[in-house]
């Protein structure tokens, strides 16, 4: 920890946080193009699929996203039949379900995204791997915590 050093003098990290995001996302896309899924596709069915199905307002808050754009990223994915939204058992919330299309191009994905991952990691390092997720982890959970609107 350096206390001398005031936080304006410090880099911005917003901007070469999403450098890194597009330029990551870019080597998962291209590997998951061999299943015909992006990596913001592959998230999404991974997570509904760990869930067994997920609320719509839980699902754009993990993603930590606005409704509006879950459900701009969610439509392609219904149309191609990977995911079905239903209505709950009980209250107005909407559930997104995998179907079993969807678990199939998911598994098969997983495969892509498993090449994917081996190579980035091995390349940064895996000390170096888990330090930045963990970093990154937290600076999302205070951006929530901080309040910034969806």
């Known amino acids: 920890m350096h206390p001398a050093i005031r936080p304006a003098r410090l880099p ?7 450098k890194a995001s597009r330029s990551i996302s870019r080597v998962y896309d291209a590997e998951l193009a061999n299943a ?3 990596v913001s596709q592959y998230s999404i ?3 509904v699929k760990r869930s067994g199905g997920e609320e719509l307002s839980r699902l754009a808050e993990k993603m930590v996203m606005d409704r509006t754009s879950l459900y701009r990223a969610l439509a392609p994915m219904v149309r191609a039949r990977w995911l079905v939204i239903k209505d709950a058992e ?7 379900c995998l179907t079993r299309r969807g678990l199939r191009v998911q598994a098969d994905a997983t495969v892509h995204w498993e090449n994917a991952q081996a190579r980035l990691v ?3 390092g895996t000390a170096r ?4 997720q963990q970093g990154i982890v937290a600076l999302a959970a ?4 901080m309040g910034a609107p969806l």
Not at 90 to 96: D, F, P, S, T, Y
Not at 129 to 132: K, S, T
């Open 45 to 47: 069915l991974t997570i």
């Open 90 to 96: 009980k209250g107005r919330a909407k559930i997104v």
């Open 36 to 38: 015909g899924v992006k």
């Open 129 to 132: 791997w888990l330090d930045m």
């Open 142 to 145: 205070l951006g929530v915590e």
């Open 122 to 124: 091995g390349l940064f």
């Open 12 to 18: 911005c990290l917003c901007g070469p946080l999403r």
